[in-house]
């Protein structure tokens, strides 16, 4: 027992310099996804290098993927766009991508500099995407419109949406269409439309005395899981 007191004193100290390197510990940035990772495993990701779908922030693993911590970049992306213009067919019965020329407020998600049409994602995740238009008769004639998406020039199964109205001339009709979508990082998503007559189109109406002028198409996008 002549030697315990000096080695309980040597014990307590490596306890000490444990517990002093945890309060001092950091996670070093990691540009590669590890080869053999473990569940509950926790990395911190570049973002660059190797991104698992939230960009730069802290992961861990469930056994099956990486899953970003609350709170880094990429949680709860959103986007709301409109468009003032009036959009018309050329065609009966064709597909056309509705266009965007106003944003109001956005983060994480973007329209493509070229092709206005495509709604770009910056970070995987499930959207909820609500999408209103206002289409609008020129004659007396039965109108019918479809609207549906597309992601990545891929119609979404079972999810068009029809109106057969518009059966008079000046006629104005405001329609929704929303959903859950699962998009991944650098997706794009358009919301198509067709109609079998040429006298219809997309077109708001200018602001009035009372209120303020009514798009013809607003879309509003928010990110409600990683």
């Given at each position: 027992l002549e030697g315990l007191p000096d080695y309980i004193y040597g014990e307590f100290n490596r306890l000490s310099d444990f517990i002093l390197n945890i309060d001092l510990s950091s996670i070093d940035e990691t540009h590669v996804a590890p080869?053999?990772?473990?569940?509950g495993d926790i990395r911190y990701a570049d973002g660059s290098d190797w991104n698992p779908g939230q960009g730069k922030n802290l992961y861990?693993?469930?056994g099956t993927n990486w899953v970003a911590f609350a709170g880094g970049s990429g949680s709860g992306s959103y986007a709301e766009f409109f468009d003032t213009s009036q959009q018309t067919v050329a065609s009966v019965n064709t597909a056309y991508p509705i266009t965007?020329?106003?944003?109001?407020?956005?983060d994480g998600v973007s329209l493509n500099v070229s092709d206005?049409?495509?709604?770009?994602?910056?970070?995987?995740?499930?959207?909820?995407?609500d999408m209103s238009v206002?289409?609008?008769?020129?004659?007396?004639?039965?109108?019918?419109?479809?609207?549906?998406?597309?992601?990545?020039g891929s119609d979404v199964?079972?999810?068009?949406?029809?109106?057969?109205?518009?059966?008079a001339n000046n006629h104005r009709q405001t329609i929704n269409r929303?959903?859950?979508?699962?998009?991944?990082?650098?997706?794009?998503?358009?919301w198509m439309w067709?109609?079998?007559?040429?006298?219809?189109?997309?077109?708001?109406?200018?602001?009035?005395?009372?209120?303020?002028?009514?798009?013809?198409?607003?879309a509003t996008i928010v990110q409600v899981d990683q």
């Open positions: 080869d053999k990772s473990r569940n861990y693993y469930d965007w020329n106003g944003t109001d407020v956005t206005t049409s495509k709604i770009e994602f910056t970070y995987s995740g499930v959207y909820h995407i206002t289409i609008h008769s020129t004659s007396a004639s039965p109108k019918d419109v479809w609207i549906w998406p597309r992601i990545d199964a079972n999810s068009s949406s029809m109106v057969n109205s518009l059966d929303s959903g859950l979508f699962s998009l991944t990082s650098g997706q794009y998503l358009q067709a109609t079998n007559d040429l006298d219809l189109d997309l077109h708001g109406t200018v602001a009035s005395a009372f209120g303020p002028a009514v798009p013809s198409a607003t």
